[in-house]
């Protein structure tokens, strides 16, 4: 069967290779997606095309050059693009730069602090989430367990495997945790995929 749904990969200044990488793969293994790779120019660029896609997919990487890449006319786009309807996913920094502030390993030489203008999930996306974490190595990599109840109010348990660690070794605690157990709820149907442009998945703190 042909793939019936368009997945973007943001590859721009801040985006990890290896993470980019095991993105587009991921996507294009599911089966469900034609995907392609999205620049920052390309978002800030008067060719609006990219806004037709079903889901935009930021990688880990560093969220500051998001910020900067994107600038303010590039994230309101991103967030314009939400608002109608179209799916943000991010993992590791793009999910730091879709939050409402950032405090990532504040007081150490790491320390990336302020305020960001996504705000998808309203509340301060803190970590990293383990101690340890180094960009230039795999140290810090865990795979962590989260409890949440879904939407019949059974308690479920999702794993973060190891085989996603390069994405996820500087994973978020959102405060409060209530808000990333809704956001779980809401998308754990894999059913649910073909109506990704339906869900509006801004996120009250």
Same mark, same amino acid.
């Given at each position: ?30 089966? %469900?997606?034609?995907? #392609?790779?999205?620049?920052? +120019? %390309?978002?800030? &660029? ?6 037709? =896609? $079903? ?6 990487? =560093? ?5 900067? =890449? ?48 996504? !705000? ?13 974490? $180094?960009?230039? &190595? ?6 962590? !367990?989260? !409890?949440? !109840? ?6 479920? +348990?999702?794993? =973060? ?13 959102? &405060?409060?945790?209530? &808000?990333?157990? #809704? ?21 009250? $703190?």
């Amino acid at each position: 069967m042909a793939p019936t749904l368009v997945g973007l990969v943001y590859n721009g200044p801040g985006a990890s290779v290896r993470s980019v990488h095991s993105l587009v793969r991921s996507l294009e293994r599911c089966g %469900e997606f034609t995907v #392609r790779t999205v620049s920052a +120019t %390309e978002v800030t &660029s008067d060719d609006e095309s990219w806004r037709s =896609a $079903d889901l935009f997919v930021f990688p880990g990487g =560093a969220d500051l050059p998001y910020v900067s =890449a994107l600038g303010p006319v590039g994230m309101q786009r991103i967030r314009s693009y939400v608002e109608q309807g179209g799916v943000y996913l991010g993992f590791c920094a793009g999910a730091y730069f879709a939050s409402g502030a950032v405090s990532f390993e504040a007081g150490t030489k790491l320390e990336v602090v302020g305020e960001r203008h996504l !705000k998808f999930y309203r509340g301060t996306a803190a970590g990293a989430a383990f101690p340890g974490f $180094d960009y230039e &190595s795999e140290r810090g990599a865990v795979a962590a !367990k989260i !409890k949440y !109840k879904n939407v019949a109010g059974e308690l479920s +348990t999702l794993c =973060a495997l190891a085989l996603f660690h390069s994405l996820t070794r500087a994973s978020v605690c959102y &405060s409060p945790i209530r &808000s990333l157990a #809704r956001s779980l709820a809401r998308s754990r149907r894999v059913d649910d995929v073909p109506r990704l442009r339906q869900r509006r998945p801004l996120l009250d $703190d």
